[in-house]
C-alpha cells in the first residue's frame, strides 16, 4: 500500500544556479507491505521518491526501497529528513543507508519530533 508524504518544487534558483531551466517536483510516499504482514504477522514499511521533470515533454523518474523498518515513527522520521533535503529517487538508497547506519551508531538521531 502506499501513502503520499509530501511533495516539493526544487527551489528555482538552486536549478538556475545548476543549469537547470524547467520545473522538478519531487513526491514522496510511505509503503506498506501488506505480505509481510500475513506472512510474519508484522508490518514493515518502504519509500518510494518521485521526480517529474516539466520539459517539453514530462519525465518521470522513480526509485522504491522496500522493507527499510517495521518501525513508523522511524520512517515518518526518515521521510521528513529526505523531503527537507531534497532527496531524489537516484539518492535514496545512499541516504537512507547513511541515515541507518548513523542512527545505529548513534552518532546521529533522525528523529524530527
Same mark, same amino acid.
Request: net charge neutral; proline share 2%.
Given at each position: 500500500?502506499?501513502? !503520499? !508524504?509530501?511533495?516539493? !518544487? &526544487?527551489?528555482?534558483?538552486?536549478?538556475?544556479? +545548476?543549469?537547470?531551466?524547467?520545473?522538478?517536483?519531487?513526491?514522496?510516499?510511505?509503503?506498506?507491505?501488506?505480505?509481510?504482514?500475513?506472512?510474519?504477522?508484522?508490518?514493515?514499511?518502504?519509500?518510494?521518491?518521485?521526480?517529474?521533470?516539466?520539459?517539453?515533454?514530462?519525465?518521470?523518474?522513480?526509485?522504491?526501497?522496500?522493507?527499510?523498518?517495521?518501525?513508523?515513527?522511524?520512517?515518518?522520521?526518515?521521510? /521528513?529528513? &529526505?523531503?527537507?533535503?531534497?532527496?531524489?529517487?537516484?539518492?535514496?538508497?545512499?541516504?537512507?543507508?547513511? $541515515?541507518?547506519? $548513523? +542512527?545505529? /551508531?548513534?552518532? &546521529?538521531?533522525?528523529?524530527?519530533?
Amino acid at each position: 500500500m502506499k501513502n !503520499f !508524504f509530501g511533495s516539493i !518544487f &526544487i527551489n528555482r534558483d538552486k536549478l538556475e544556479e +545548476a543549469g537547470i531551466h524547467y520545473p522538478i517536483k519531487v513526491e514522496y510516499y510511505k509503503i506498506t507491505n501488506e505480505n509481510e504482514k500475513i506472512k510474519e504477522n508484522k508490518l514493515t514499511y518502504g519509500i518510494q521518491v518521485i521526480k517529474t521533470e516539466y520539459r517539453d515533454k514530462i519525465g518521470i523518474e522513480q526509485n522504491t526501497m522496500n522493507s527499510i523498518t517495521n518501525d513508523e515513527k522511524e520512517v515518518n522520521n526518515i521521510l /521528513g529528513l &529526505i523531503k527537507e533535503y531534497q532527496v531524489t529517487p537516484i539518492g535514496l538508497e545512499d541516504v537512507v543507508i547513511e $541515515l541507518k547506519k $548513523l +542512527a545505529k /551508531g548513534k552518532k &546521529i538521531s533522525y528523529n524530527l519530533s
